[in-house]
């Protein structure tokens, strides 16, 4: 196709703002797919995707469109991930495309992953064009969107499209507006091939398949190609575009978007922002942006029941061949056994694993609370990074530590300034700006160590906003700070799965207020356990789970053995999820309780 009919664009929107919905209708509109082969959502195809309602991986589909000078145009949709822990995946869509749809919900205005997302599409000089979508609300007032629009971002609002994905108004409009403002792809068609790798799936059958965006030069069947990053060389054997099932069409020219596979079977050698060129003729230089990505957040993750050891390590290896980001090496702890620590880009990429590992392998895991990666300067004058509470050297070999710090960005209504403020110091941030959006809604920065937004951040943002703020952040830099180990003694024995690491100013409080919670959480059992929360060999604060004194057979005097068989079942039941530490029993909720503290 040539260039002049092609347009590259992507949909950027807070989320539930309604990008997945459009993304349906534009395909329904175009005859893409009929009404009948639509799943409710083709986009989020995952199970998870659709329970959760939140795009994880980032899907493509080709448009074709008869504008209305009567000419086909090609349109291609890049879809991105709509959450902050995959900010770099969407940012290398973004640079695949000319373009975006900046889709607002004409309730709720602009929020905090609006503006993360405008900035990044302007970071990548695209056009932008705005779409109040949901204009079918009661409470739908696109007027003050639009102004909203004008006064956070800068944006023109004159020619935005007012929509309403569900009713299917605007529909037309959109299409129209994106042959009409965006611009075309330009480049070379005899230059040595760039194309940006913007993503990356595997196929049981074709082995990994990179999403691609040709910048200059064009692919064919049976070139061989080379990646300029990672090095690794292939030949192709698929090409094509996604409709949105992959077809192989033999090529891809200058300025389109779809797919390459050949002899590749590991996802790492296929890494988002990397550049394709020809093996025997590279281009001169690979195209800009391309950063290998790097876990924020690590846990532990061990199964439950020990023999499941080997079907983790299974499992592990099977999602990353999906999934790069992940990361994963074997872990021992004294309390819990073999198991693995994990990297993962954030909390829901976290949560996303361990929810599919449960699901699709079968596996009862224990997860250890989650912690950011510390630089610990020793007093040797060498450096450790720590991901791991319980590998933090002795004090007394330590000569600082830094810490990971975000730049935090709140939207809330200016009733909740204070809660947010509030809130922010509590978790020790250092209040940066704040900019009033319009007469009733403000944006508040803060400079906030990782460790606390982890930390239940949103949470509570959240609940003390009723539900009104939105949250943004990116890694700002690491600086020193005040930190120290708190371990907890469970009978006389640490449990080093359950060790934190905090501020020295909080350790004695934080100290007392886990030991409270563990003391609610761990059974009683046949003995009195003392629970004491420790810094270095200091106790900071005690507790005892009082034994048991009745027996749970004891009831059922005598005979009923089916009566008894079923207390037994129960019990076996709530055992499951239990870890024995050392004489205790421990549930799995006690290392996740670090995280719940008030
Ligand atoms: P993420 O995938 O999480 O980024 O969300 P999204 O932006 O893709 O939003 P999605 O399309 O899933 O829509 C969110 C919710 O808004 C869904 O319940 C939709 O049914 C609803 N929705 C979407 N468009 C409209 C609309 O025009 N009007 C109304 N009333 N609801 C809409």
């Known amino acids: 196709m040539q260039n002049k009919n092609i347009r590259n664009f992507s949909i950027i929107a807070h989320i539930d703002h309604g990008k997945s919905t459009i993304a349906d209708r534009l395909i329904e509109y175009t005859g893409t797919l009929t009404k009948r082969e639509m799943e409710a959502q083709v986009l989020d195809n995952m199970d998870l995707e659709r329970e959760r309602g939140i795009t994880i991986k980032a ?18 949709l890049i879809d991105t991930p709509g959450h902050v822990d995959f900010t770099y995946e969407v940012s290398r869509s973004l640079a695949a495309c000319e373009g975006a749809l900046l889709v607002v919900d004409a309730a709720q205005g602009v929020e905090a992953q609006t503006l993360a997302n405008v900035y990044m599409a302007l970071e990548n000089d695209l056009e932008i064009v705005p779409v109040i979508n949901k204009i079918d609300l009661p409470s739908a007032d696109p007027d003050r969107v639009k102004e909203e629009i004008e006064n956070t971002i800068g944006l023109d609002t004159s020619n935005a499209v007012l929509a309403s994905a569900k009713s299917g108004i605007g529909i037309e409009e959109i299409l129209d507006s994106i042959v009409d403002y965006i611009p075309a792809p330009e480049g070379d068609e005899n230059a040595p091939l760039q194309a940006l790798i913007f993503d990356s799936f595997f196929d049981s059958y074709k082995g990994v398949i990179a999403h691609v965006r040709v910048k200059q030069g064009h692919i064919k069947k049976g070139m061989k190609l080379k990646m300029m990053a990672t090095g690794k060389t292939f030949e192709v054997t698929d090409v094509g575009c996604f409709k949105p099932q992959p077809v192989d069409v033999g090529h891809l020219d200058v300025g389109e978007v779809g797919f390459v596979a050949g002899s590749l079977k590991d996802v790492r050698d296929v890494q988002v922002g990397d550049t394709i060129t020809f093996a025997d003729n590279p281009a001169a230089e690979p195209l800009p942006g391309y950063r290998g990505v790097t876990p924020m957040v690590y846990c532990g993750l061990y199964p439950v029941d020990s023999s499941d050891y080997d079907n983790l390590k299974d499992a592990l290896e099977k999602m990353q061949i999906n999934d790069a980001a992940l990361v994963f090496e074997p872990e021992t702890s004294v309390a819990l056994g073999f198991g693995f620590r994990c990297g993962f880009l954030g909390l829901l990429h976290m949560d996303v694993i361990q929810e599919r590992l449960e699901r699709e392998y079968n596996l009862k895991l224990i997860t250890t609370a989650p912690s950011v990666i510390y630089h610990v300067f020793k007093t040797d004058g060498t450096k450790v990074d720590v991901s791991n509470p319980s590998d933090l050297p002795p004090q007394t070999e330590i000569e600082h530590i830094e810490e990971p710090y975000v730049k935090a960005t709140v939207i809330v209504p200016n009733d909740f300034v204070g809660a947010v403020m509030e809130i922010s110091q509590d978790k020790r941030g250092e209040f940066k700006t704040m900019d009033y959006l319009d007469e009733n809604r403000v944006m508040i920065t803060y400079h906030i160590p990782l460790n ?50 905090v501020h020295k100013d909080r350790a004695a409080g934080r100290g007392r207020q886990l030991a409270s919670k563990l003391k609610e959480i761990i059974p009683q059992q046949m003995f009195e356990i003392p629970i004491q929360a420790a810094i270095g060999s200091k106790v900071i604060a005690r507790e005892n789970v009082r034994a048991r004194r009745k027996d749970v057979l004891a009831k059922c005097y005598g005979g009923d053995i089916s009566r008894k068989r079923k207390l037994l079942e129960k019990q076996k039941e709530g055992k499951k999820r239990m870890k024995a530490v050392g004489s205790v029993e421990v549930p799995q909720e006690a290392f996740m309780a670090i995280l719940k503290i008030d």
């Open 59 to 76: 899907q493509t589909v080709r448009l074709d469109y008869k504008g209305k000078d009567g000419q086909l145009y090609q349109l291609n």
């Open 452 to 501: 606390e937004i982890i930390f239940d951040y949103f949470d509570r943002l959240k609940s003390a906003t009723r539900g009104y703020a939105s949250l943004d952040y990116e890694l700002a830099d690491y600086q020193e700070s005040k930190l120290v180990k708190v371990d907890i003694l469970l009978n006389g024995d640490p449990v080093d799965a359950l060790s934190t690491i």
